[in-house]
């Protein structure tokens, strides 16, 4: 079986090969492949590249997901944020939170602490 799926991660951005797990009440623990560390110039980094390209998802998870090197790995405590810093990272997303939901332009609700941590993640680990 998969090592994703044994260990309750969630896909989030498959175009980035993010995934999300989540730990405990507000807590959520995020890693995502980096893209940063390689240079298509580079032959040894091409393998990689070619694999993300290549293989399934749960393939490319399963041969590199122990390789902590290739990976950005945060746990994200939305408890930790004040109402204000949290509403100023979703709103560079195009969200607004009120404090309980969670709004996209379109009027769409969503899960809110999860895609609170996920706009967090990906606000503190830009590259």
């Keep these: 079986m998969s090592l994703m799926k044994t260990k309750d991660w969630v896909n989030t951005d ?10 405990a009440g507000k807590v959520f623990r995020f890693k995502e492949f980096d893209l940063s ?3 298509p110039s580079i032959s040894d980094t091409m393998k ?9 998802t749960e393939a490319f998870v399963d041969k590199y997901w122990n390789d902590t ?7 994200i405590d939305i408890e930790q944020y004040t109402l204000e810093e949290i509403q100023d990272i ?3 997303y195009g969200y607004e939170y009120d404090g309980e939901f969670v ?5 769409d609700y969503y899960e809110a602490d999860a895609l609170i941590a996920e706009c967090i993640f990906e606000y503190e680990t830009q590259y």
Excluded: A, H
């Design 14 to 23: 498959p175009d980035n090969f993010q995934f999300c797990q989540k730990v």
């Design 37 to 39: 560390l390689f240079n």
């Design 48 to 56: 990689y590249l070619n694999d993300r390209d290549n293989m399934t």
């Design 69 to 75: 090197e290739l990976w950005i790995e945060q746990e």
């Design 90 to 92: 979703l709103d560079s």
């Design 103 to 107: 709004t996209f332009q379109t009027g």
